[in-house]
Each structure stands twice: as structure tokens, then as C-alpha cells.
């Protein structure tokens, strides 16, 4: 514990201007040269300078990548949030203490400030001596408080499982606690929907799930997530802004959260991921911005044996720019038709990224649409070069004409419908009517059960092919 005054006057001085050696910390300022000349005062105090944003967005986004010690932000800066938004976003995802510099402000502009608990405040100009006081005021202040929740001297505020969810109500952060209520790790419900995770831990129907969700950002109001829950312990509340704008909510819970509940979640999730282990099949689940989901072990073997694509930071991403841009287009492009289509009609798009030597992984993205969200299912393919699927066995086995044929081959070499029907000359509603034929006599419903059924055979293979004898 730092030295304190038994008065009521706080910290002592030698404990405000202790240079706190070796701290973190990220400088927001919107112009060039105030930021690299404060960077340089920093340096020399003894700090660590992690990085410079120049805006708003870009201070968030630094903010989750590094995790400061401390974040010296200046508040006005420019197009898109100034400073005081970005740090109430801050602040409330990442609990990393912010200190406002500022040449000045007026009235409203400070109230927003101060209703944002800043961990201090520094006016322009300024010397080394306020600089340094802030700074270690600051710091202290945090170190303090992360001690005391160490030995459990936290509010009781402060010990409740929290899960937070943005506009788009997937979820953006969940603290220690909720990870040792629920047994999820946070890794694993980052992306996910808010809704879900309500229907497990809850008991609750999609339909309700979803409701108490959106009644929460309309009326902008704390809800009960149960409707005959009097107690208050678990809502959702909204999270706004300085405006008070709501640009989320948080998930409270306490610790009477069904434990019944909790412990069927643990033990779906884990033989669900058994099961998927075990399948023949590489699989692999990603978001629109291709945020990795889930990935099975034959997709993450794979992964590992070709150069042509990773996983990067916790996404999937193609080594080539060019094929990464096309991976993505083609994910997102699944995803679209999923929000269009009705699930028994969802069609897949494919990308294929080739090496240096003709090797190949193919992706087969379906859209799996779950409510009004939709996460894009990936299954992967790899061969040692191009090799067509053989004329013959396709027609031994399913009875395709030429012209089936060829489109199956076009399809499985990786090219999707609208690709194919090009290559080989036809169309693009002839392919559309081929396909449907294709569909009917080899028994696949969607286009990636059969470039998977062309590829592996079906099961029945030995005993539908002809003897050559």
C-alpha cells in the first residue's frame, strides 16, 4: 500500500511526485507536433510512451489493443467524438484511468468531463512539476484500488459479474467475475450475441431473449432480464455517453444466477466441441469482420500446414492481400444472404487461395443466420494441386450429364456459380437450373455439401462403384 496522511487531505506529497517508473501510457492529441513533444517530456520523466492516437476511434481501438497504465487525452480533437466521449467509452470497457489535458473549456464542457470520473485533469500550459503530480496521482489512485480488490476490499458494485454488449448488441467485454459465474472464458463470448447468452444462462426463449434486449435500448431504462424477477439483481442496463445517448448495454448479474443453467451450458459447449473435434470435416466459425468464432482440429491442422492462410490476433486472414480481400468479400457476401434468405434457402460462396506450388484450401461459406445476427460457418478444403473431380465417377455415381458435369468441376475447383457459369460459357441462370438437377440426383441441398460430397465421395462409394473388372 502507498503511503497516505491520516488527514483528510489525501495523498502525501513524496506519493503524488515519486515518479512512477516505467508506466504506460497512451497519448491522445489530435496535432502532430504536441503530441511528439509531449511524448518526448514523458520519455524523459521516466514513463513509457505506448502510442499517439490522433482522434477519438483511434484512442479506443489503442486503448484495447495496448492496455495502458493511464491515458493522456486531450479533449477536444477534432472530426468524429472529441475526447470526452472516448474516454467514457474507455473508462467503461477497459477500466483505464484517464487524464484530460485541455487550454480550455467552457462550462458544459467540464460538467461532461467531470460526469466521466477522470482520474484528473491538466490545463494548458503546464509545467513538468503538474505533469508529473497528475500523472502519479493518477496512478497511485488506480494502484490502490486494484490492491484492495485483490484482498476484497471492492465495493460490492464492483464484485458483480459484468457482461457488456454494443449497438449491435453483441458483446464487447466481460470482467473476471462474469467469467467465473458463467465458466465461459472471455475470448470465448467477445462477438457473441448478447441474446444467447440470455437464452443459456436464463432459460429464456429466443423471442425473450431478444425482446428484453431491444426494450433495453428503446426505453433506454434498466430492465429486469426476468419479468417476475422483483429483486434487481440481475438487468440489463443501457451504458450512454456524456449525451446521453445509449451506445450499449451491461448484462448484470448476481451470483443466484441459475446454476443449473450454468452447468448444462458447460457441459453442451463441451460436447458440442468433442463432437466437432472428432468430425471428418474441417470446420471453422467466423463473424462478418472475420473475428475467429470457433475452429475444430482438423481445420486448425490445416491452418497449420499451409501458408496460404492464418490465424492473426484472433482472426482469420489470407497471407495475400489480394486473396484476403477476396476472403472477406466472400464472407461478407455469405453473411448478406443469410440476412436475406430464409435458413432452407441459404446459398454459399467460396474462396480458394492457392500457394506457390498449386496447392490449394478451399472455403465453403454458409451464412448461419441466429436472431438477426449472422455468424458465417466455414468449411475447409485442402488438396495437394489442381486435380478436376473425375468426369466418370460422377457420372457412375450420380448420373450427371456433360453439362452437370462440367459445372461440378468448375464448382470444386473453387469458382462460385456466377464464376463457373463464365468459365465454362453458360448463363448464370441455365448454371442456377443445372444446379437444381445437380441437387436432385446427388441428394445435397446447398452448394457446400456437395462440393464436400464431390470431394470425399459419399459413404456408399465402395458399393455403388462399378467393378473395372
Known sequence: MYPRETSSVGWTAAAVTANVAGANILVVEDQRAVAGALRMRLRGLGYDVVGIAKDGNEAIERARELRPDLILMDIRLGEGIDGIEAAHLIRTQYDIPVVYVSAYADRDLLDRARATQPA?????????????????????????????????????????AIITADRDARITFVNRHAERLTGWTRDALIGQP????????????????????????????????????????????????ARGQCF????????????ASLAAMSQASSALRFVFDQLPMAMVLVDKQLKLLYINQMADGIFNAHSTVAIVRGQLRATSDQDHANLANVVQRAAARGQLQAPDEVTSEICTLR?????????????????????????????????PVSAQ?????????????????????GHSLEEAAHVIGIAVNTARTHLKHIFIKTGAKRQSELIHQVETGPASLPLRLEDPL
Do not use: C, W
Open 194 to 241: 448478447l441474446a444467447n447468452i440470455l437464452m443459456t444462462l436464463y432459460e429464456l426463449n429466443a423471442q425473450d431473449a431478444s425482446a428484453v434486449v431491444r426494450r433495453t435500448f428503446k426505453l433506454n431504462t434498466e430492465q429486469a432480464v426476468l419479468a417476475d424477477d422483483k429483486s434487481g439483481k440481475d438487468t440489463l442496463k443501457p451504458l450512454t455517453d
Open 248 to 259: 450499449g448495454v451491461a448484462l448484470r448479474m448476481s451470483e443466484s444466477t441459475t446454476r
Open 120 to 160: 484528473g485533469f491538466i490545463n494548458k500550459p503546464f509545467t513538468t512539476k503538474d505533469l508529473l503530480t497528475t500523472i502519479n496521482l493518477a496512478l497511485h489512485k488506480q494502484e490502490e484500488a486494484r490492491q484492495q480488490d485483490q484482498v476484497g476490499g471492492r465495493e460490492a458494485k464492483d464484485q458483480e
Open 355 to 387: 500457394a506457390d506450388d498449386d496447392r490449394r484450401v478451399i472455403l465453403v461459406a454458409t451464412p448461419v443466420p441466429a436472431d438477426g445476427n449472422v455468424t458465417v460457418a466455414l468449411l475447409v478444403f485442402e488438396s495437394p494441386g489442381y486435380r
Open 393 to 413: 465417377v460422377l457420372q457412375q455415381i450420380y448420373g450427371l450429364t456433360r453439362a452437370e458435369i462440367v459445372l461440378v468441376q468448375a464448382l470444386a475447383s
